[in-house]
């Protein structure tokens, strides 16, 4: 890696801003983009915000500034991943006709129309997401259910049947697991001999230790 580089990170919360939650990662990605060669580091700006408002840009002063930064010494903006920067399509337009050379380390051989397409799957993920979710609300209050405050209670027939479910299976599964205490077999055995036999777990997969120590935790009680 050759040339100069101003590193911007970004974190979109005051809390996480606070924490350095995500700020690390951040960073280390960086680092090991820009492992070995003959490289810069000129700076490195680190935002804190929510990123929402119809220009971006406005709110992230210090992205301003590192843009400044690369134009004045010729240096290229380094991020650790694209959707750190933005998933607005409108955004990454316009961050690409500043005339600043900016790349990702996540995605280092993309070029400006790779970049925008991903920027386009980005947005439209979200907004399938929220779409998504505006239906199951609609479709809810239709049903009859509540939301906000009496959500929780919504849960607690699915919560109940899938425990019930639970300790169904648990017991269908007490006798072989009796056996195998009684041949003197360890937890690591058991879930050998449960996949060699070919038993599946509850939701139809292969066991583990974890999985199975669940069940045994089922099978004990009263």
């Known amino acids: 890696m050759q040339g100069r580089f101003v590193?911007?990170?970004?974190?979109?919360?005051?809390?996480?801003?606070?924490?350095?939650?995500?700020?690390?990662a951040q960073q280390a990605a960086v680092m090991a983009y820009l492992n070995g060669g003959a490289w810069e580091l000129i700076a490195e700006f680190t935002e804190v915000e929510t990123g929402k408002g119809a220009n971006p840009l406005d709110k992230r002063p210090e992205l301003r500034a590192a843009l400044a930064l690369c134009k004045k010494h010729g240096a290229t903006l380094v991020i650790a991943k694209l959707d750190r920067l933005a998933r607005n399509v409108h955004f990454v337009s316009g961050l690409l006709e500043t005339g600043c050379d900016f790349v990702a380390a996540d995605m280092p051989q993309a070029n400006k129309v790779m970049i925008q397409m991903h920027a386009v799957m980005s947005e439209w993920e979200r907004d399938q997401i929220s779409k998504r979710t505006k239906?199951?609300?609609?479709?809810?209050?239709?049903?009859?259910v509540k939301l906000g405050a009496a959500g929780p209670m919504n849960l607690r027939p699915n919560v109940e049947a899938r425990q019930k479910a639970a300790d169904a299976f648990a017991r269908s599964l007490s006798n072989v697991l009796a056996g195998f205490k009684a041949a003197g077999l360890s937890q690591r055995s058991m879930v050998?001999?449960?996949?060699?036999?070919?038993?599946?777990?509850?939701?139809?997969?292969?066991?583990?230790?974890?999985?199975?120590q669940r069940v045994l935790v089922r099978t004990a009680r009263p």
């Open 7 to 24: 590193a911007y990170y970004r974190v979109s919360t005051q809390k996480q801003g606070a924490s350095g939650l995500g700020l690390e």
């Open 135 to 144: 239906d199951a609300l609609a479709a809810a209050k239709v049903r009859g």
């Open 192 to 212: 050998a001999e449960l996949n060699a036999l070919g038993v599946k777990t509850a939701r139809g997969g292969q066991w583990s230790q974890v999985q199975l």
